[in-house]
């Protein structure tokens, strides 16, 4: 049986229902007046964080599940957003996330804006790029992130820290040698969304929340209960 609280601490449960959760100053959502299409309230949303400089906006939670159907999320950067819908991120296909994707090619994403208490969530089938498009987002990476990306071991066991050391620095001198050089595996995904929610805090908690469903070339848009 785990230990009781001592007189005078506070418990994990108290600790967290403490904390705050929305800030004072939250922006207006209408949703009435939003439009046809979930791309153009995505940048318009993304112009308003960046605007009240929301810390990492691009930064994305990015949730699979693998053939069993056992989730697994993690946060990657979104590389793009298309005017059909198209949400963009990248991984090594060899990675958790890839061997999910090649099992199951559907994926959720969510961007939250704690400081706007905004939430997007994106979910959808998903397919590889093709290797030029995977291969341009590879060259765009910084010199380091290419280095870790080459050593083509993530989420392997790492026994010994030298070894990841080691292999940085092998993966350094080959691209050193061959500044073109591109990972394998390196795969630049599609997100084609079929629906798309945003969901926008309030402090009464009567969330404003608006949904769009893909139906075939057109979005319908439904307002949802908080």
Not at 115 to 135: E, K, W
Request: charged share 25%.
């Amino acid at each position: 049986m785990a230990d009781e609280p001592q007189a005078g601490s506070t418990s994990m449960r108290d600790l967290l229902r403490g904390l705050p959760v929305f800030a004072a100053d939250l922006p207006e959502f209408d949703a009435d007046a939003a439009p046809e299409e979930p791309v153009s309230l995505f940048a318009e949303w993304l112009t308003g964080a960046l605007e009240a400089k929301v810390p990492e906006p691009h930064a994305m939670t990015v949730s699979t599940a693998d053939g069993g159907g056992h989730p697994s999320a993690r946060i990657l950067i979104c590389k793009d957003v298309d005017a059909d819908g198209r949400w963009y991120f990248a991984a090594n296909d060899t990675s958790r996330k890839g061997r999910d994707l090649a099992a199951n090619p559907y994926a959720a994403l969510t961007f939250y804006w704690p400081p706007q208490g905004r939430q997007i969530r994106v979910r959808g089938p998903v397919r590889a790029t093709g290797a030029d498009r995977s291969a341009a987002d590879f060259l765009a990476r910084s010199p380091g992130s290419r280095a870790e990306a080459l050593t083509g071991r993530q989420s392997d066991v790492l026994d010994d820290p030298a070894e990841l050391e080691a292999a940085v620095r092998s993966a350094q001198e080959r691209l050193a040698a061959d500044p073109e050089l591109v990972a394998p595996g390196w795969t630049l995904y599609a997100v084609t969304a079929d629906e798309v929610e945003f969901w926008q805090a309030d402090q009464d908690r009567r969330h404003t929340r608006l949904r769009y469903t893909r139906d075939g070339a057109r979005w319908t848009r439904h307002r949802l209960w908080p």
